[in-house]
C-alpha cells in the first residue's frame, strides 16, 4: 500500500503542513524536524518529487557544470561541493560540458526544466562573458574562471600570482629560455598567461607562450614538435594539470631528462606529480576550500538574492620538486 505524507502526519502527531515544511527544510525546529524525519522513514515514505517541482518555483536541487569531470581539479571541487550541499539537505546534478559552448548551453536549459535552486558552474570564456543571470531564472557561482563582468559570484585562484610564482622560481634557480602552455578556451588559461608574461618582462626576458586545447594529448603534441625547434625552452609552465600531464608524456617519450635538459612545472597538486620521476613543481590550488565556499556563497546569494555579487580571490601555494631543480 502506497504511504501518503497525510499518513507521515499521523505518526507524527502534526499537521500535513508542518510534514511539508520539514521535508522541504521550511522553518520547524529541530526537534519537529527529527520527529517528522522519524515518521517518513518508519512509514516508508517518498516523496513525489514531479508534483513537487509543479507547485514550488524551484526544488532543492543544484547543478554542478565542470569543462571535464576527468581532470582531478574539478573532481576534488565537486567532491566538496556536494559535502556541503549535502548538509543542507540539497542534491547536486552534475554535467560535463568539454569545454564545448553548445553543451553549456544545453545544460543551463536543462537547469531551467530541472527549476534548480541554482548552479555551480565553470565556463568557458565565451559563455561566461555572456552570461545573465536574470534570463536564466536561478542564481550562479563561478569557479576556476569567471566572465569579464562581475555579473555573478564567483571563487577563483589568483591565477596571475600564481604563474607570476612559477616562472620567479624557475628563475632563480638559474633559467632563462622558458616557455608557456596555456589552454585556449577559458579565462584560467589567459590570466595565467599574463602573470607568466608580466614576470618574463620584469626580468626583461621574451615570452614564448604556446596555446593549446586543454588536454594533455594537445599538449603532448604540441610540447613535442617544440622540442624540435632551435626556439625549443629549457624550462617550461603548464597552465593546468592535464597540460603538464601532457607536457611530461612529450619528455618521457622524446628521452629528454628533466630537469638537465628541461625543466617542468605547472598546475595543481595531483597524486602523480609527486610520483613521477623526480617529482613535479606545481601550485597547489586550494581545491577543497574552492568547492566549499563556492556552495556556501551559492547557499547565502539565495538567503540573501539582493545582494551586491561578490568574488573570492584564494591564494596557491608552491610545492617545488625535482623537475626544477637549480642548474649546475
Known amino acids: 500500500m502506497t504511504t501518503s505524507i497525510k499518513d507521515v502526519a499521523l505518526l507524527a502527531g502534526v499537521s500535513v503542513a508542518t510534514?511539508?515544511?520539514?521535508?522541504?527544510?521550511?522553518?520547524?525546529?529541530p526537534a519537529l524536524r527529527a520527529?517528522?524525519?522519524?515518521?517518513?522513514?518508519?512509514?516508508?515514505?517518498?516523496?513525489n518529487l514531479s508534483a513537487r517541482r509543479l507547485r514550488s518555483q524551484h526544488t532543492r536541487t543544484v547543478g554542478l557544470i565542470v569543462s571535464d569531470i576527468c581532470n582531478p581539479f574539478f573532481t576534488a571541487v565537486g567532491r566538496a561541493v556536494e559535502d556541503v550541499a549535502y548538509r543542507a539537505g540539497m542534491r547536486v546534478i552534475l554535467c560535463n560540458t568539454d569545454e564545448n559552448p553548445d553543451k553549456e548551453a544545453m545544460y543551463l536549459r536543462?537547469?531551467?526544466e530541472e527549476r534548480v535552486s541554482g548552479v555551480i558552474f565553470a565556463a568557458t570564456r565565451a559563455t561566461a562573458d555572456a552570461l545573465d543571470t536574470t534570463e536564466l531564472g536561478f542564481p550562479v557561482v563561478m569557479i576556476d574562471r569567471a566572465g569579464a563582468a562581475a555579473r555573478c559570484d564567483a571563487v577563483l585562484l589568483d591565477n596571475r600570482l600564481a604563474a607570476a610564482q612559477l616562472v620567479e622560481h624557475l628563475l632563480e634557480r638559474g633559467y632563462r629560455r622558458i616557455g608557456g602552455l596555456f589552454g585556449n578556451t577559458s579565462s584560467t588559461g589567459a590570466e595565467r598567461h599574463a602573470g607568466f608574461a608580466e614576470a618574463l618582462r620584469r626580468a626583461g626576458l621574451p615570452v614564448a607562450a604556446r596555446f593549446v586545447a586543454p588536454s594533455a594529448a594537445a599538449a603532448q603534441?604540441?610540447?613535442?614538435?617544440?622540442?624540435?625547434?632551435?626556439?625549443?625552452p629549457e624550462a617550461l609552465v603548464a597552465s593546468n594539470g592535464l597540460l603538464l600531464l601532457g607536457a611530461a608524456k612529450a619528455v618521457r617519450a622524446a628521452g629528454?631528462?628533466?630537469?638537465?635538459r628541461l625543466a617542468l612545472a605547472g598546475f595543481d597538486n595531483d597524486s602523480w606529480t609527486e610520483l613521477a620521476e623526480p617529482g613535479m613543481t606545481v601550485i597547489e590550488q586550494p581545491v577543497d576550500?574552492?568547492?566549499?565556499?563556492?556552495?556556501?556563497?551559492?547557499l547565502e546569494r539565495l538567503r540573501q538574492p539582493e545582494r551586491p555579487p561578490r568574488k573570492v580571490v584564494l591564494a596557491g601555494r608552491l610545492v617545488a620538486r625535482g623537475s626544477s631543480r637549480a642548474r649546475a
Do not use: D, H
Open 19 to 29: 510534514v511539508s515544511r520539514a521535508l522541504g527544510n521550511g522553518p520547524v525546529s
Open 35 to 47: 520527529k517528522v524525519e522519524a515518521a517518513v522513514a518508519q512509514c516508508g515514505y517518498r516523496p
Open 256 to 260: 629528454v631528462a628533466v630537469p638537465q
Open 289 to 298: 576550500e574552492i568547492g566549499r565556499v563556492a556552495m556556501e556563497m551559492l
Open 221 to 232: 603534441a604540441e610540447l613535442a614538435a617544440w622540442l624540435q625547434e632551435e626556439t625549443a
Open 110 to 112: 536543462l537547469m531551467q
